[in-house]
């Protein structure tokens, strides 16, 4: 069951790139991974959210070349193994526009962290991130 409050928020942050290259001539620039536009899909365990634990999970997410993620793990423990299993399952549902290099889509790994908290982050005059 999905209910809007209960949904965690989720962003990007350090991308590692899942390719060798070393050597291969000029440095081409790289243009990192985007999450497309829409609701978390990661589901705040219910368990959880009713006693009031919050906590946050950074998990690695391998990016294809066409958006789609193909591997999930976890790199950094909330503690709590709800919290963890749920953001693992909601990081297969993401989608991205996929990372480039050049002309050419690559593959990459991003480091996503999963904010659970039941209330929104105050907004300090700035948009909230979207995700």
């Known amino acids: ?13 350090l991308v590692l790139p899942s390719f060798g290259g070393a050597g291969c001539g000029p440095e081409v ?6 999450a497309l536009p829409g609701p978390s899909p990661v589901e705040y365990p219910v368990e ?18 066409t958006g789609m993620v193909d591997s999930v793990f ?4 909330s503690g709590f193994e709800d919290f963890d299993s749920a953001a693992v399952r909601g990081g297969r549902l993401m989608r991205f526009d996929p990372a480039r290099r050049g002309d050419d889509r690559i593959p990459l790994w991003v480091r996503v962290p ?3 908290q039941k209330t929104r982050p105050s907004n300090s005059g700035a948009p909230a991130p979207t995700s």
């Open 74 to 77: 976890v790199d950094e423990s």
């Open 1 to 13: 069951m999905r209910i809007g409050c209960r949904v965690a928020s989720v962003g990007l942050a």
């Open 48 to 65: 959880l959210w009713d006693l009031g634990i919050e906590g946050e999970t950074v998990i690695m997410v391998r990016v294809t070349e």
């Open 114 to 116: 999963v904010r659970f």
């Open 29 to 34: 620039p790289v243009d990192l991974p985007r």
